[in-house]
């Protein structure tokens, strides 16, 4: 993982005065010791390559976000409180999922969902390219499993909507089913298949983003601590003091810090509403073989990975920001994959692991600029969906940064949760 700052970009890191000043004006004392280059103007008359983006927060958004930024020839750096792709990214299960995820309606987050998936496969081309490194995209499609007669009537309800925006689905009954699966118990009633989902290697996507920001000369700097002052600096941009890399000027700051994402309202007056949901995760080693799709039901999933292990997953339980797994938690997972998969039955988990979903009040992600402080822009709260989000949200990032609009109606912005907002959940 990244250490201290490197890369070929011109550095903006402040002067060591600046590190040392209280939070209250420390833009002011950057701008008077005058060691660090302060933009002259945040517009948009600037060419790309003269803006300094910052980005806080090295997961799968952040770096993401970094990588596109950087293509479209801003001048970028990630500033990571901790290592890259340590927290709910390098948790993830990998599945790119836009059908199973979206049950109810062909909605903005449906849509949003399917033109990143749709995204995906140039994306890791590109990414696999540039790198030399795989991520391990699985076209394996999905089956999502009834186990009682009465799952049948959403699953139905499915197949009459996603049948209109994809090809293959269909609702199998029992045997059909376990002619596609056949370690799948007989409890099993039947399923809705999705041929056209699929998965990746979470901690190997992550892992590649780093590398394709680092060679396209993003400026990563890992274990800068939190934020510990955070500036608009009149007309021209953004200060941010770190707790352990010192301060930092850019023009446009993106926040990408994941379930930490509220610690903006410390700092500005912007209530940023994202808190954590924490993830229990399992996996069984040399047990993913024998199972050929990603299975869902509706108490927990399961899919195969390409170094033999199963991953089951997850639980969604408020814990505040703690990430240890509990014997509940692993063991209701551990108790549905015997039912689920006799030959699970007497089985252990190999390991269990826990992430933070970044959640927002009604489950959509937060992407867009902030009214208040426009050089901020957010790119959080994707809860259970950002692997799958990544691509589309770099794109909209890219395109904000761009001065253009985000495709969407800003359905995704945070005006939805401020009082005068509309939101598709009455909320506001
Ligand atoms: C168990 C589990 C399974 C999941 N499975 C899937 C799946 O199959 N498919 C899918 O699409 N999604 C899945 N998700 C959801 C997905 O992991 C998240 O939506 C996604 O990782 C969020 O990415 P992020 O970059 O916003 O957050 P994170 O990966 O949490 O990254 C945020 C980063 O910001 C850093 N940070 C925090 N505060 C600051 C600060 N002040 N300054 C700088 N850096 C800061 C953190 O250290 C962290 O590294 C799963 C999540 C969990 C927990």
Redesign the pocket.
Known sequence: MSGAPEGNVEARPATEVAMSAQSAGFAESLRAAGGAKLARSAGFAKSAQSIEVLI???????LSSAWEAAKRGFRVTV???????????????????PFSENTESPDAFFRLCADSHARYPDWVRELEELTGRSVELRGSGSLNVAFHEADFLSLRARLEWQSRYGTGFELLGASELRRLEPELSEQALGALYCPGES?VF?PKLVGALEEACRRAGVRLVAH?G??AGLERVAGTGVAVR?AGAGSWLADRVVV??????G?VREWLPVDVPVHPI????CAYDGKGGRIRHMIFSSQAYWVGKKDGSLVC??SEDVAGFERSVTEQGIGRLTRWSGRAMPYLRDVSPSRGW?????ATLDGWPLIGSVPEAPELIL??G????????SPATAAIVGDLLQGKNDGYGNVFGIERFSPAGTTRRGLG
């Open positions: 806080l927060g090295g997961g799968i958004i952040g500033l990571e409180a901790e290592e890259f792709g340590g927290q709910a990214s390098g948790a993830a299960a990998g599945m790119l999922a998965h979470a800068a939190r934020v770190t990408c810090a994941g379930a930490w994402s610690f924490r993830g229990q995760i997953g997850a826990a992430g933070l979903r970044p790119a959080c994707h809860y259970r969906n950002g692997i799958l989000l």
